[in-house]
């Protein structure tokens, strides 16, 4: 017998960022969460830049008006590489 979920149990769109840094040498454990992203592991530079690079890509969400969730895969690349590329100035 099949059950079916109720009108409000239906899945809602989610998405998120998820950074990982594999160049730890330190041994630290570097976790940070925030609206919408997780941010695991790097070093202390390489996990300070993910944290500023999903902020700044909120930001610029906000800005437009918009959700992570609201938004295309191709505007989020466009949206990732003009704050990668306003970082990196």
């Not at 059950?3 to 989610?14: D, E, V, W």
């Not at 940070?32 to 530079?45: A, D, M, Q």
């Amino acid at each position: 017998m099949k059950m079916n979920r109720p009108q409000s149990a239906q899945q809602t769109p989610k998405a998120g960022m998820l950074g990982v840094g594999l160049d730890n040498t330190d041994g630290e454990t570097r976790l940070t969460r925030g609206k919408n992203f997780t941010l695991v592991g790097g070093s202390e530079e390489t996990h300070s830049m993910m944290q500023e690079t999903a902020v700044k890509v909120n930001e610029a969400l906000d800005r437009k008006g918009k959700t992570l969730e609201e938004t295309s895969p191709e505007e989020f690349r466009d949206v990732l590489f003009d704050v990668v590329e306003k970082i990196r100035r």
